[in-house]
């Protein structure tokens, strides 16, 4: 492993750790789960490069639950005893509305997005 590499590892796992609640948010927007299946979602809709087991998961949205990001209910399951679904409260509905405000729309702002597409296109050369 080259030494950049390493540093975008580096980079990478404090950027998944905090992109973890946007992901689990996003997921509890359009409808009730519960962790297991966030779990496979969130692997599943990040590509492969956010991933947390259910144990994790559930740890996160006991945390939001306790803060008022999310409620919980209790839902039958088909292999065995009712699950725990969560979904997302008006004031978790209201947190990520504020973080994709400011966090992911900026993205998509002209003077960020062409720095972003000079990048993918080799960078200005020093210019």
């Known amino acids: 492993m080259t030494?950049?590499?390493?540093?975008?590892?580096?980079?990478?796992s404090v950027y998944k750790k905090g992109l973890l609640t946007f992901w689990?948010?996003?997921?509890?927007?359009?409808?009730?789960?519960?962790?297991?299946?966030m779990s496979a979602e969130v692997t599943r809709l990040s590509e492969g490069m956010i991933s947390a087991?259910?144990?994790?998961?559930y740890r996160?949205?006991?945390?939001?639950?306790?803060m008022g990001l999310v409620a919980?209910?209790?839902?039958e399951s088909k292999l065995?005893?009712?699950?725990?679904y969560y979904s997302l409260t008006e004031e978790?509905?209201?947190?990520?509305r504020m973080f994709i405000e400011r966090n992911i729309l900026i993205f998509q702002h002209p003077a960020v997005a062409e720095r972003i597409q000079s990048?993918?296109?080799?960078?200005?050369?020093?210019?």
């Not at 996160?60 to 306790?66: C, D, L, M, N, Y």
């Not at 978790?92 to 990520?96: A, E, K, N, Y």
């Open 119 to 127: 990048v993918m296109n080799g960078g200005n050369d020093g210019k």
């Open 60 to 66: 996160a949205v006991s945390r939001f639950e306790e």
């Open 53 to 57: 087991d259910g144990n994790s998961i």
């Open 3 to 12: 030494e950049l590499d390493q540093m975008l590892e580096n980079w990478e």
């Open 24 to 37: 689990l948010l996003l997921l509890l927007d359009e409808k009730p789960s519960y962790p297991y299946e």
């Open 80 to 84: 065995g005893p009712p699950r725990k």
């Open 92 to 96: 978790g509905r209201g947190l990520l």
């Open 72 to 75: 919980s209910e209790s839902g």
